[in-house]
Structures are given as C-alpha cells and as structure tokens.
C-alpha cells in the first residue's frame, strides 16, 4: 500500500458490521502470515495466524484469507465491536525468526 | 510473570545521553526479540536472541545500539549518545522456542523521548 506517514489508513464501521482490514505483503518467499491488533499504550497483540500452505483460516469472529498469487492478506471480523477499535498490522515471516510488518490500518467502531 | 514486562514504561532523556531498557520474557521462553515502533509505523526489527547469543542483530540501525542477554532470560537494551531520531517506542517480544511459525508475544513497550 501507499505511505501514509503519520496518517493510517482508517476504516471506520458501525458496531455489528462486518470489517475487512487489507494487507499487501512484499516478500514472495515468505511462508508464514500474522495479523495483531494493537491498542494505544499496549504492545501488539496475536490474533490469528495462516501458513503458506492454506488460503483461508477461521477463529472466533476473525477470518484471515491469503493470495499469494497477488501476494495479498485480508482479516474479516464478523459482528464488529466497540472493543474491536484498534490498530490492525499484517506480519509475515520468511522462514526465519524475525517478523516483518507492514504499516498497518486504524479500526474505528461506531456504538 | 503472566507476559512479557518492560522497564521503565517512560523514559525521558537529553541528547548524547545513554540509556538502557529492560525486559522481562514470559518465564521459560528461549527467544526474545527487540522492535521498535516509530508514530503510525509497524513494529521494526532490532535484535533476536535465541538463549544468551543474538542469533541476528541485523536490524539494529548502528554502532549506537547494543543488546544483551547474559543469562538467557532477561535482556538489556543499550543505547549510547541518544539522539532524537531515536525518540520511539522500543518492544520486546518473546516466543516458547526461535525460529518461523512461533508466536510472538509483546510487551507494552517503553516509550522512549530524546530531547
């Protein structure tokens, strides 16, 4: 995605839509797919992982599906909420131990 | 302790001045991993040790930069001459064992200003 500097993208949504956060990773090697959330004054925190060798993963409330074809990860959250409002980040990993992140997107959840 | 604990939360100093950030892993994790986090920026790798040796330092940005881990648990992140292009918050991760596919979990961070 663009450099948006200071400025995240931002999505906001209404409490109980579904949300889809978008992510455009750039290592074609890598192998191994993370999204965490991130609220503000906290560290980042794991919400659901995929390998290389799936295109979709399922956990509570959070889907995360992966093209590698287009080298693109999306997460869907069903039934949105107020407590969802965070930052969002994709990691990827290329086999080795260090994460990779991208720049990350801002969930806004309308009560 | 239940996760992964940093000190100080805040850490405010002058330009030219060395400081140092602690870490506190998840009891019994092998791995531990320094980041830092500019404002609006994704978490960027430092440092990753695997017990006590960096099995990979090459994100640290410069000569500045030093990290230790002498017992394989707790590590140090030094940082001489401060300046204020350093001014970020500093994370540290930890993980069961190194390599791929091991979750990673955080700290809260130590937000770090240099004036």
């Known amino acids: 995605g663009e450099s948006v500097g200071l400025h995240l993208p931002t999505l906001s949504v209404q409490e109980g839509d579904n949300s889809i956060i978008n992510c455009a990773y750039s290592?074609?090697?890598?192998?191994?797919f993370i999204w965490y959330k991130q609220e503000s004054g906290k560290g980042p925190q794991f919400i659901i992982d995929?390998?290389?060798?799936?295109d979709k993963r399922q956990g509570q409330r959070v889907t995360v599906l992966l093209n590698k074809t287009v080298k693109h990860l999306s997460l869907q959250i069903a039934a949105t909420q107020p407590g969802d409002s965070a930052v969002y980040f994709c990691a990827e990993n290329a086999g080795y131990s260090t994460l990779t992140f991208g720049k990350g997107t801002m969930l806004l959840v309308s009560p | 302790g239940a996760g992964v604990s940093q000190t100080p939360s805040n850490k405010v100093t002058e330009k030219g001045k060395y400081v140092e950030l602690r870490c506190d892993p998840i009891?019994?994790?092998?791995?531990l991993y320094w980041y830092r986090q500019s404002l609006g920026q994704g978490p960027e790798f430092l440092i990753y040790f695997q017990g006590t040796g960096a099995a990979d330092d090459s994100g640290l940005p410069n000569d500045r930069f030093f990290a230790v881990r002498p017992e394989g648990s707790v590590s140090t992140l030094k940082i001489q001459r401060t300046e204020r292009g350093d001014s970020a918050v500093y994370l540290c991760a930890s993980s069961s064992t190194g390599g791929g596919y091991n979750e990673q979990f955080f700290g809260p961070g130590t937000r770090l200003t240099v004036l």
């Open positions: 995929i390998r290389s060798n799936m």
């Open positions: 009891s019994g994790h092998t791995a």
């Open positions: 290592n074609s090697a890598s192998d191994y």
